[in-house]
Structures are given as C-alpha cells and as structure tokens.
C-alpha cells in the first residue's frame, strides 16, 4: 500500500531518499520501483456456471406412475431447497421406494425432514445418489500449479483448460505466493524477463504477419509455452459431481494442502453434513 506525506514530514524521517527535490521513505523508493514492472499481477476466482435443473413436471408425472406424487408436494413448499437437493433425495428413495409409507411393503415409516434423510444417506455411504447432481466452475486466473493438482481427480469430474498451444502468451499474469513476498522484487523482475521473452520472440520470428500459416504460429506458440513459468495464470472450466466436489473440497481445503487451493476455498463453499452449495 502507499502511504503519501508531505515533503515536510519526510524531511524528519531519518530513512529519506531525495526523489526530484523532495525526500522519499525507502519503502516509498521500493513502491516506485515496483511500478516501473508492469506484471499483471492475479488473484484467482472461482465461477459456478451451471448447476442442477429438476424437470418439476416430468419427476410429478414419474411419481404419479409408480407413487409418491405427495412427497413431491411437500418439497415443493420448501423454501431453503434446490434443485440439487431435490435431485439427490428423489435419485435415494427411488432406491428404497421410500417416498412416502405403503409403498414397500417392508417399510413401515418413513424420514420425512430432509436434513435427517441426507444425514442417513451420507451415514450409511450410499455416496452413488450423490453422484445425480453436477455442478460446473469457471476457474479464472489460477496457476498451472493448481490445475496440476485439481486435474488429478477424474472420477466423477470434466475439465476443459486454455491450451497454450493453441493461445499465445502476450500478458502473463502471476500471483505471488505469500511464502516469496520477502522476495517480491526479485519474483517481479523475473516474470517481467519472462514476458519480455515471450514479445520479443513473437516479433523476431514474425508471427503477426499477415502470410504467416496458422500451422506455423500453432508450433512456435507450443514451444514458447516452453519458456513460461508453471505459476502463469490460466483458466480452466470444471464439471464434477456432488461426491466427487464433497471429497475434492476435503481434500484440498485440508491445512496441508497446496496453498493456492486453501485460497480458492474462500470462494466455493459447500457444506458436507447438508449436501448444499452456494
């Protein structure tokens, strides 16, 4: 942060530095430097871009078939539920024919609150039901560091990520981690040679010429990729269903998991005991 003072207060600090006639603090010289590096620095955001849709018309027209037409009445008037919810709980008693008494003849009653029906199902580790409910994230401005670690999942979960193969590297976002701030000057200036890099081999080999082949600039742009730090910032989409999110969120919100991970956890928040995303 900056903090700005007159040239009279600075002339009493002992840690001056004249700037143009006027002192300047040694922490207000290391801000200057800073800003002459133009590093787009990042932060990571998290998206969530789709979710579970319940077709209220065909599930009632399924209920009426088979029974438990009032089971879906009753969720109808909740007013804390969502369709993920919904989901889930039909896909569990669809299992049991457990919608409402009388419909299995070895069922004498059944749980009507919602909560004490999802605590029993993840009790009991009947996770499948789980899996009826998916849920796709836009990952913005994360590190390929990160997306080595999430892609490891593949059970239950899609991924679609920026190819640098195909996207050339013209502005290359970075964050640094807290670990290297004392070492923030130095981390800047080598992100900035490396971008620097990526420009002046971009111009040199001519790759925004109006005649250069598509194919040409697809296989310079795969080998400069080459030259970019692991820790650039991309974006990845991601699909996963609700029993793989559960444990992916475990896992990697856990306190000795990777760093940028334990961040992205302040944006996707899912409450494991109540099987609820917000």
């Known amino acids: 942060y900056k903090v700005r003072r007159s040239c009279r207060a600075r002339e009493a600090s002992p840690r001056s530095h004249m700037v143009a006639g006027c002192p300047v603090t040694r922490a207000e010289k290391r801000i200057r430097r800073d800003e002459e590096l133009d590093m787009h620095e990042t932060m990571p955001?998290?998206?969530?871009?789709?979710?579970?849709?319940?077709?209220?018309?065909?599930?009632?027209?399924?209920?009426?078939?088979?029974?438990?037409?009032?089971?879906?009445?009753?969720?109808?008037?909740?007013?804390?539920?969502?369709?993920?919810?919904?989901l889930v709980e039909f896909a569990g008693r669809a299992c049991y024919?457990?919608?409402?008494?009388?419909?299995?003849?070895?069922?004498?009653?059944?749980?009507?609150?919602?909560?004490?029906?999802?605590?029993?199902?993840?009790a009991s580790g009947h996770g499948s039901v789980l899996e009826h409910a998916n849920f796709s994230f836009a990952l913005h401005n994360v590190s390929r560091v990160a997306t080595h670690e999430i892609v490891r999942h593949r059970a239950g979960a899609s991924y679609s990520q920026e190819s640098l193969r195909y996207v050339r590297i013209v502005d290359l976002g970075f964050r640094i981690p807290a670990a290297l701030e004392p070492l923030r000057r130095e981390?800047?200036?080598?992100?900035?040679?490396?971008?620097?890099?990526?420009?002046?081999?971009t111009a040199r080999l001519a790759l925004d010429d109006a005649d250069m082949p598509f194919a040409i600039k697809k296989e310079v742009t795969s080998?400069?990729?080459?030259?970019?730090?692991?820790?650039?910032?991309?974006?990845?989409?991601?699909?996963?269903?609700?029993?793989?999110?559960?444990h992916v969120v475990v896992m990697r919100t856990d306190p000795s998991a990777e760093e940028e991970l334990r961040l992205d956890r302040k944006s996707t928040r899912l409450n494991s005991s109540h099987i609820t995303i917000s």
């Open 187 to 201: 981390c800047l200036e080598v992100v900035e040679r490396l971008e620097e890099f990526q420009r002046n081999a």
């Open 97 to 122: 024919r457990s919608w409402e008494p009388g419909l299995n003849a070895n069922i004498r009653k059944v749980r009507t609150d919602k909560r004490a029906y999802f605590k029993n199902i993840l």
């Open 223 to 246: 080998a400069l990729r080459r030259l970019a730090p692991i820790g650039m910032s991309t974006d990845i989409i991601m699909t996963m269903n609700l029993r793989t999110l559960r």
């Open 45 to 86: 955001e998290v998206y969530l871009i789709a979710r579970p849709t319940v077709l209220r018309a065909e599930m009632a027209r399924y209920l009426g078939a088979v029974g438990g037409g009032s089971w879906l009445d009753k969720r109808e008037h909740d007013i804390d539920g969502s369709d993920a919810e919904l």
